[in-house]
């Protein structure tokens, strides 16, 4: 199976290429004060010819058995496959459960920086990612992409009066053999940098 750059895609963010299309799949949310929770994901990439990439994510809770445990903090379960050598098959869609209630929604804008932070690997470009939560949150996000891996922290974040007070995020990113696999990090409700939530997606 072999990679191809989509079509009409601004070659800005050609190091995102990957990521342009349809996930979909199962994760979990365990957080003090929120509890264990089992949610379906739709994820979509797109773009319209501009340099950026167009994000939206759509979480829905289910009624299903959670695991015993998320990844350990900034802990990665597979070594990260590179999306430009795709020969491995991608594992066989898992079935996902029914549609449940809407747990949050994102909306946002990935972009391919063009600075080039002091000290980032000659693999590797740097980001910026802008990220609208229906909540009633704004994330800037900086960090870098390359050989299938992205890493983000949180840069600024703004709120409304009457959103949940998030101080701080830090999302990983990955391709591994041929699903998305992401873990995000949150320091909020007085609690330090920890462990929020992670999924694995298959490609629609």
Same mark, same amino acid.
């Given at each position: 199976?072999?990679? !191809? ?51 939206e994510s759509t979480l829905r809770v289910l009624e299903s058995v959670v695991p015993d445990k998320l990844p350990a903090d ?11 050598? #795709?020969?491995?098959?991608?594992? &066989? !869609? #898992? &079935? ?9 929604? &994102? ?28 909540s009633g949150r704004i994330t800037v996000y900086i960090g870098a992409a390359g050989n299938g891996r992205i890493d983000l ?11 949940s007070e998030v101080r701080a995020s830090k999302r990983l990113y990955g391709l591994v053999q041929g699903r998305l696999l ?17 999924? &694995?997606?298959?490609?629609?």
């Amino acid at each position: 199976m072999t990679f !191809t750059f989509p079509d009409g895609l601004s070659p800005e963010v050609y190091p995102l290429a990957w990521l342009v299309g349809r996930w979909r799949g199962e994760g979990v949310i365990d957080y003090p004060g929120v509890g264990k929770k089992t949610f379906v994901q739709d994820l979509v990439f797109d773009h319209d010819g501009g340099p950026y990439l167009r994000f939206e994510s759509t979480l829905r809770v289910l009624e299903s058995v959670v695991p015993d445990k998320l990844p350990a903090d900034g802990e990665w379960p597979a070594p990260v496959a590179d999306p430009t050598d #795709a020969e491995a098959e991608a594992p &066989e !869609t #898992a &079935e996902v459960g029914g549609p449940g209630t809407v747990w949050s929604t &994102e909306t946002g804008y990935w972009r391919v920086s063009t600075d080039r932070p002091e000290g980032l690997e000659e693999n590797k470009h740097a980001l910026e990612v802008l990220v609208a939560d229906a909540s009633g949150r704004i994330t800037v996000y900086i960090g870098a992409a390359g050989n299938g891996r992205i890493d983000l922290a949180s840069d600024a974040i703004a709120r409304t009066s009457t959103a949940s007070e998030v101080r701080a995020s830090k999302r990983l990113y990955g391709l591994v053999q041929g699903r998305l696999l992401w873990v995000e990090e949150l320091a909020a409700f007085g609690e330090p940098l920890r462990s929020y939530a992670s999924a &694995e997606l298959d490609r629609q």
